[in-house]
Each structure stands twice: as C-alpha cells, then as structure tokens.
C-alpha cells in the first residue's frame, strides 16, 4: 500500500460517508476529513454573527475570514472555530438546516474547498458531496457511496432521535429528499458521482461489508509510486 493516498468518498447524505471515511483513514493511516463539519461550521459562524443567512454576498465574505480546522484522529476529530472546539454545537438541527442551505452558495463553496485543497494534499480520507469532481479530481481513488432514500434517512433517523426524542421519521425522510434536491440540483459543484468513481450502493450491507469492499477497491488502485501530491496541489490552485 503506498503512502499518502488521497482518497475521494462522494454521496448523498445518510449514506454513510463519516463512518466509512473514518475507518478508511484509521486502516490506511490518514488524515480525515469530514468537509460537512466545515460547512457546518460556517453555517454556526453565521448564526454568531450579525450577517444575513439571506446575503450570499455577506456570508460568502465571511466564509473565506473564519478559521476553521480539523484535529484529531479520525475516531476523535474536533472541530474547531476560530480556535474554539464547535463539534457538538454543529450537530444542532438549526445548524445542519442553515448549513445545506449556505453550502450552495458558490462563494462559500470555493472557500472550503481551498481549504479542503489545502489540508488534504499530503494524503487524506475526505468525504463530501463534490471531492471527486471538485476538491480532487485526480485522486487515487474515487467512491460515490449510495443507499436507497428509506435506509439512509433511517440511518439517520436513529442518529437524530438519540440527541432528540422529538425527531420523527417522516420528517427526515422529507428533510433528507429536500436536502438530496438541493445538492443535485444546485448550480455550483452540484451532488453527481464522478465519471471514474467506484459506485457503492450500500443498501442491506452492513457497515464492516462495505468497508471491506472499499478496501478491496483502493488495495487493487493504489499500487506502484506515490503521486506528488504538493505538484498536485499546485496544478489545482492554478485551475481553481
């Protein structure tokens, strides 16, 4: 297995990008990064502030000034705001709603993704919606993981409904089509499985199944010399 692998995991939410992306990066020895805690992020920076959620403009402006970063190992990633540990107050349900809304603002988007550029170059597990499309085109390899609506928002359901007895599921099944048409369809980066990307329907397997068939896929692609991953770098910032 070589080093310093940069390895793309796209999909739909409820998927379950994280915890694969995690397990991926503790097998491999990777940095891991979870590019939704950083729209989340912004999205909680921007309920802090005095800008209008409504002002694409504004929040674009403000997504490029925050500092936001990712610490940790992939079991126990912080992340950070301006230097303060915001991982649990980006679970709320108001900044998971705020962040699938400014995540479709182009600005916004081309903030973190310099900055995902940047933090993954030197080899990274990274999971989001446009990594192997957008953020690392040239990655080692590619997934785009996928389940049926009804399992992932099931998945999801079970997640929320441990922070909030509230929760129902017909109102995450609703929220999470909601949130897979706006990703689909937004103009900027949208949500699509890249034209060389290992498709992954997670539908009835377990979590360690598809894990296993994900390092197949990345022990049959990563064979021969690392890529120069700085060179990489630099040939993105220069088609960004």
């Known amino acids: 297995m070589k080093k310093n692998l940069i390895i793309a995991i796209d999909g739909p939410s409820g998927a379950g990008k994280s915890t694969l992306g995690r397990m991926l990066a503790r097998a491999l020895n990777l940095l891991y990064i979870d590019t939704g805690s950083m729209y989340r992020a912004v999205a909680l920076a921007v309920m802090e502030s005095s800008v209008s959620a409504n002002d694409d403009v504004a929040v674009g402006s403000l997504a490029g000034r925050v500092d936001i970063d990712l610490k940790g190992d992939p079991d126990s990633l912080r992340v950070t705001l301006g230097g303060r540990d915001v991982t649990e107050e ?78 129902n599921f017909a109102d995450t099944l609703a929220d999470m089509t909601e949130r897979d048409r706006r990703d689909s369809t937004r103009a900027d980066s949208p949500l699509k499985n890249a034209d060389d990307a290992i498709i992954v329907d997670s539908t009835g397997l377990t979590i360690d199944e598809v894990f296993q068939q994900m390092m197949a896929a990345i022990d049959k692609k990563s064979g021969g010399k690392p890529p120069d991953h700085e060179l990489l770098l630099h040939d993105l910032k220069g088609s960004a």
């Open 90 to 167: 980006i679970r709320s349900e108001d900044v998971t709603h705020l962040s699938s809304i400014i995540s479709t603002i182009p600005e916004v988007r081309r903030a973190m993704v310099a900055r995902q550029r940047e933090m993954g170059a030197r080899g990274a597990v990274l999971n989001g919606r446009d990594i192997g499309t957008v953020v690392f085109p040239n990655a080692d390899v590619k997934f785009f993981l996928t389940a049926v609506p009804a399992e992932r928002a099931q998945r999801r359901f079970a997640e929320e409904s441990e922070l909030d007895a509230q929760v």
